[in-house]
């Protein structure tokens, strides 16, 4: 089975546009698609507006590029916002609110392809503030610096880490501390 070649391009309405007149290239692999435009490139699946009505119309909207494997026709469905007061009918002697009207089918091209552009990468820590050093504890802390939002953002990014260990839990829901000694802990019953 042949592997499919996906289009190469910075968006997926360049492809609804250009598809057909030898303009663009395509590649089967990510390597491929990086030496075909010089730039890195991330695979994207994009669904196209407008909706159509029936999926007749969308294919005859997208004719040529229905051909191909990467593009597909996809039916959505219109969300509609819910009126804030329900309507009422009366049936068989009961209140029943009125039914709502079916969402409308959308159909919707949708292209696999090759997204010229940046990868995005993971943020770097910043070498300005210690790793084990929390976000809330540089707010309470008074620092000499100020800031950079590399590393306002890298302190976003850190994990959260308990300042001291957490006390084992070695008293039950019935058990209770003497006043006298705290270190002898009693059942209440």
Known sequence: MPAIAYP?????LDIVLNWGEGVMSSAERERAAK???GKDVTFVRETLDPGFPSEEAA????????????????CTFERTQKPRRVETQMQDGRRWPKAEAAPAAQWKLCLSY???????????PSTGITPHLQAR???KKELDVPLTPEE?????HAPLMAYRPQKALDMGLFEFV??????IIIADE
């Open 8 to 12: 190469v391009a910075h968006n997926a």
């Open 35 to 37: 030496d075909a435009c």
């Open 137 to 139: 504890a540089v707010r």
């Open 59 to 74: 294919r005859a909207q997208y004719e040529n590029l229905l051909t191909e494997p990467f593009a597909t026709l996809i």
């Open 114 to 124: 090759w997204k010229i552009g940046a990868v995005r990468s993971a943020p770097k």
């Open 152 to 156: 306002v953002q890298a302190l976003a």
């Open 178 to 183: 003497l006043p006298e000694n705290p270190d």
